[in-house]
């Protein structure tokens, strides 16, 4: 089985890489790095298809250190062991260059068997990770290493690197390849950025393609219905998954429903409608609040029907109550409340339950205050009597402010001429 077209046509040098500018242009950081014929520990982070792997190899190829290449998510602290065991011999003399992929799957464990060998030069690491390296990787070894991240690569850039691998498969395949017009872009922005998913697309589209006297036909259409899906890049347990959660939910706050929609769009595209739902539900509770209560209900059942009927047509309740999310008046003062009252209790700010609010049924003969004293507030006028019921060490705290919103304001001027009080 051949190679993947990614693998066939993998860059040589640094100048035949698609994207990472910012890294890899005239006199930026990591180029010169590389150039300078010092090599120091390295950890490269960011999505799939931008160039980690590819960089790792050129920074060996030029290197004069015996190169090994593991995977986190296969390899083993015997694999660690193995290479370790060449250190200061004939097999590797001037050390060894380890390109470490996927490390935030190693355990803690074996990131620190890396340790003494990295400190002492035997080791130069290249690690690469999808995830965020402060968060996955072991804080010792990232104290040493330098950590540059890749950014998606834009569909402009990856345009040429579509019709380089067009022609390397004509001349591979030995056919005529009749590409129409708007194929390499389509191609492009469908994948997302992701150049590997890119170059496997189009040699998709050339396998796909029946050759008539020595042509194929590579159409839009064509390129179109093998890029449908998987049209974006999302993992559902990674940094891209939280991004979308986090623009969802925040677009709702920002009441853009336009941006709202889009996100939840995303989220539905990619199968995961409970992360969506959850998000909705919290944000209905936390961002519009109190400013209409009612929208509890309605995003509740929203929510129901969409777990009733399932995808696709789930879509239609959501974006619904999404929308309504995002018009809704804002207002977190319920928010804030309960959790500065839960700030309190945490931190040991509470005291003793008012004895008029106790459960109390009856005194013991030691017990010198008798009675609870309570007052039912539906004896009084108004259904409101005037007693305390914060412990007395903070008995004056206030968790909770009206929000200049129409309905907390009519609560408040209603209560304020029961009460008689500056609320």
């Known amino acids: 089985m051949s190679a993947p077209l ?45 160039g980690k792997t590819t960089l790792a190899r050129i920074i060996a190829k030029n290197t004069n250190r015996k190169l090994h290449h593991i995977n986190g998510t296969n390899a083993s602290t015997a694999d660690i062991k193995a290479i370790v065991s060449e250190l200061d011999t004939f097999a590797a003399p001037n050390g060894i260059l380890l390109y470490l992929d996927e490390i935030q799957y190693f355990n ?5 068997s890396l340790l003494e060998y990295i400190e002492s030069g035997k080791i130069t690491l290249i690690a690469s990770t999808t995830e965020n390296p402060y968060f996955y990787i072991y804080s010792a070894v990232l104290s040493r290493c330098t950590v540059f991240e890749f950014k998606s690569v834009t569909a402009e850039d990856v345009v040429p ?23 390499c872009e389509h191609i492009a922005v469908a994948c997302g950025g992701d150049v590997r998913k890119s170059l496997n697309f189009a040699e998709l589209c050339v396998l796909s393609a029946p050759v008539i006297d020595g042509e194929r036909k590579i159409t839009l259409e064509n ?60 944000c209905a509770a936390e961002d519009v609040g109190l400013a209409y209560p009612q929208i509890l209900p309605i995003v509740k059942s929203a929510c129901d029907i969409a777990l009733q009927v399932g995808l696709p047509e ?44 106790q459960n109390k049924h009856f005194d013991g003969e030691d017990n010198p205050e008798k009675g609870q004293n309570y007052l039912y507030p539906h004896d009084f006028p108004n259904r409101w009597v005037k007693q305390q019921y914060l412990p007395d060490e903070i008995k004056d705290k206030k968790y909770y402010e009206f929000g200049d919103n129409k309905t907390e304001q009519a609560a408040k001027e209603y209560w304020k001429r029961i009460k008689g009080e500056n609320l």
């Open 314 to 357: 789930a879509a239609i309740p959501l974006g619904d109550a999404v929308v309504l999310v995002a018009t809704a008046p804002k207002s977190n003062t319920g928010h804030d409340g309960i959790f500065a009252a839960l700030d309190d209790v945490r931190k040991g700010n509470y005291g003793k339950i008012p004895r008029q609010l």
């Open 108 to 112: 803690k464990k074996q990131q620190q």
């Open 223 to 282: 390129a179109g219905s093998l890029t449908m899906k998987n049209t974006f890049r999302y993992d559902k347990f990674g940094d891209e998954h939280y991004d979308i959660l986090s623009a969802y939910q925040k677009s709702m706050r920002g009441s853009d429903p336009d941006a709202a929609l889009h996100y939840l769009a995303r989220l539905l595209e990619a199968g995961d409608m409970v992360s969506a739902i959850r998000r909705l539900l919290v």
């Open 6 to 50: 990614a693998d066939r046509l993998r860059p040589q040098s640094i100048d035949e890489m698609v994207g990472q500018r910012h890294l890899l242009g005239e006199n930026m950081p990591l180029r010169n790095i590389i150039q300078s014929g010092y090599l120091p520990n390295l950890i490269f982070y960011g999505p799939s298809g931008t």
């Open 161 to 183: 690197a579509v019709k380089r691998a067009f022609d390397f498969l004509e001349k591979e395949t030995g056919t005529t390849l009749v590409i129409e017009d708007g194929v």
